[in-house]
């Protein structure tokens, strides 16, 4: 299994920018793709992105693509979410995800580890 702890979310206005991490650890960390879903309020949990230990792959869910970036240090173990350009429409718990490695994130991180989640709410 792998542990994974959130930490970044805070309240920030519309159109900033913001960056979210997550520090993972575990033995078998370096086959996990890790990645981030959000959750808003009476909403249901949705994928958000995802990217592997090499850096060939990410993926992106149409709402934050050209607005978010994600990206895996390997020598810190830490997953980022850079978000640029937020909206109002952003705001929700995010969750630090992660899962075998996949074409699909969106569906095997579902079955995967998950953080406890952080608070990213945009102002107007």
């Known amino acids: 299994q792998v542990q994974l702890q959130e930490s970044g979310g805070r309240l920030v206005q519309a159109g900033g920018s913001l960056r979210l991490s997550c520090v993972a650890s575990?033995?078998?960390?370096?086959?996990?793709?890790l990645g981030w879903f959000r959750q808003a309020p009476g909403k249901e949990r949705e994928f958000v992105a995802a990217?592997?230990?090499?850096?060939?792959?990410?993926k992106y869910a149409d709402s934050v693509k050209g607005r978010f970036t994600v990206s895996l240090d390997y020598n810190k173990s830490t997953v980022f979410l850079q978000m640029d350009n937020l909206k109002l429409e952003d705001t929700a718990v995010y969750y630090c995800?992660?899962?075998?490695?996949?074409?699909?994130?969106?569906?095997?991180?579902?079955?995967?580890?998950w953080g406890q989640g952080t608070q990213v709410t945009v102002s107007s």
């Open positions: 990217g592997n230990w090499g850096g060939d792959f990410t």
């Open positions: 995800a992660g899962g075998p490695r996949s074409l699909r994130p969106e569906i095997t991180f579902k079955h995967g580890s």
């Open positions: 575990g033995r078998t960390l370096r086959s996990y793709d």
